[in-house]
């Protein structure tokens, strides 16, 4: 199963039983995905059960009226099962098109609706992308309005056959599955989420420490071939004492980090005095630019 489908699997088991949020997700999913009919019906077409189910059931509840539902298995490859229920034109009537959900129930049950109808979203292992494909632009504002209606920040989009609305901010898609009643994908959503971000600080760690021991590595390299250049012109003997100290104990360990090697010192000295002893002995070797 797709997470989509997981999605709209969590969304079709959210209660609607107050006819003002029923009214306001009937008219979504007739507005975003509703096709019209010559004689003034309206088909709704899916291959998802749950959904028809539910729109079948809250049609029937909420007008008293006999929706039809017809089902057939598709002949293309996959053979998947398509549901159409079809709204007569007195039930299409007796909805008021289109109502302005003043609730915050009613709007989000408006969302609800929008997304069952044209919604999709990537599996959040894959990325983090929703959108609600719309059949004109005017769909796609108004879905984007009323995602802002509730502090998401999606964006919109012409695609061939149509406009989208989409959310790509992983807190963004959180939050309109929690407000659309999504709660069974939001738990599997949030659990990858936060695998994800423990793996990306887990690698940036990873990264920074590899970055830091290469840097140490070439700096060790570039020391040892200062001294031994002075070793070769006969200029050792002539370091100070302090100098000649630090490039004795950097030959016997050319892997320890400049702290280490200044605890290897009587008396120990710290990190920063370590580093400027050395930068000494590579400007008396005469390397350009030292530490650089």
């Given at each position: 199963?797709?997470?989509?489908?997981?999605?709209?699997?969590?969304?079709?088991?959210?209660?609607?039983?107050?006819?003002?949020?029923?009214?306001?997700?009937?008219?979504?999913?007739?507005?975003?995905?509703?096709?019209?009919?010559?004689?003034?019906?309206?088909?709704?077409?899916?291959?998802?059960?749950?959904?028809?189910?539910?729109?079948?059931?809250?049609?029937?509840?909420?007008?008293?009226?006999?929706?039809?539902?017809?089902?057939?298995?598709?002949?293309?490859?996959?053979?998947?099962?398509?549901?159409?229920?079809?709204?007569?034109?007195?039930?299409?009537?007796?909805?008021?098109?289109?109502?302005?959900?003043?609730?915050?129930?009613?709007r989000k049950a408006w969302l609800r609706g929008a997304f069952l109808a044209g919604g999709s979203m990537v599996h959040p292992e894959k990325g983090y992308h929703l959108e609600i494909t719309c059949p004109d632009r005017?769909?796609?504002?108004?879905?984007?309005?009323?995602?802002?209606?509730?502090?998401?920040?999606?964006?919109?989009?012409?695609?061939?056959?149509?406009?989208?609305?989409?959310?790509?901010?992983?807190?963004?898609?959180?939050?309109?599955?929690?407000?659309?009643?999504?709660?069974?994908?939001?738990?599997?959503?949030?659990?990858?989420?936060?695998?994800?971000?423990?793996?990306?600080?887990?690698?940036?760690?990873?990264?920074?420490?590899?970055?830091?021991?290469?840097?140490?590595?070439?700096?060790?390299?570039?020391?040892?071939?200062?001294?031994?250049?002075?070793?070769?012109?006969?200029?050792?003997?002539?370091?100070?004492?302090?100098?000649?100290?630090?490039?004795?104990?950097?030959?016997?360990?050319?892997?320890?980090?400049?702290?280490?090697?200044?605890?290897?010192?009587?008396?120990?000295?710290?990190?920063?005095?370590?580093?400027?002893?050395?930068?000494?002995?590579?400007?008396?070797?005469?390397?350009?630019?030292?530490?650089?």
């Amino acid at each position: 199963m797709s997470f989509s489908l997981e999605v709209k699997d969590a969304l079709c088991r959210m209660p609607c039983e107050k006819a003002c949020c029923m009214a306001c997700e009937i008219s979504a999913i007739l507005t975003v995905g509703a096709d019209p009919a010559p004689d003034g019906s309206r088909v709704v077409s899916t291959e998802h059960a749950a959904f028809a189910g539910r729109l079948f059931k809250m049609l029937k509840a909420l007008t008293g009226t006999h929706p039809v539902l017809h089902y057939k298995r598709e002949t293309n490859l996959k053979k998947h099962m398509l549901y159409k229920v079809i709204l007569p034109s007195e039930t299409v009537k007796a909805i008021r098109q289109d109502p302005e959900p003043r609730r915050s129930c009613c709007r989000k049950a408006w969302l609800r609706g929008a997304f069952l109808a044209g919604g999709s979203m990537v599996h959040p292992e894959k990325g983090y992308h929703l959108e609600i494909t719309c059949p004109d632009r005017s769909t796609a504002e108004k879905i984007a309005d009323r995602m802002k209606g509730f502090g998401l920040h999606p964006g919109t989009a012409a695609r061939s056959s149509g406009y989208i609305v989409y959310i790509k901010e992983s807190a963004n898609i959180s939050d309109f599955l929690n407000l659309t009643g999504a709660h069974g994908a939001l738990m599997v959503f949030e659990n990858v989420r936060i695998m994800k971000d423990v793996r990306n600080s887990v690698n940036r760690i990873v990264n920074c420490e590899t970055a830091n021991l290469d840097k140490t590595v070439e700096a060790s390299r570039r020391q040892r071939e200062c001294i031994l250049k002075l070793i070769s012109r006969g200029g050792a003997d002539d370091l100070p004492h302090n100098l000649r100290q630090i490039a004795i104990l950097r030959l016997e360990h050319p892997e320890a980090s400049l702290e280490e090697l200044g605890k290897y010192l009587r008396p120990p000295l710290g990190k920063s005095g370590v580093n400027h002893r050395l930068k000494k002995i590579e400007m008396l070797a005469g390397l350009p630019n030292p530490g650089k």
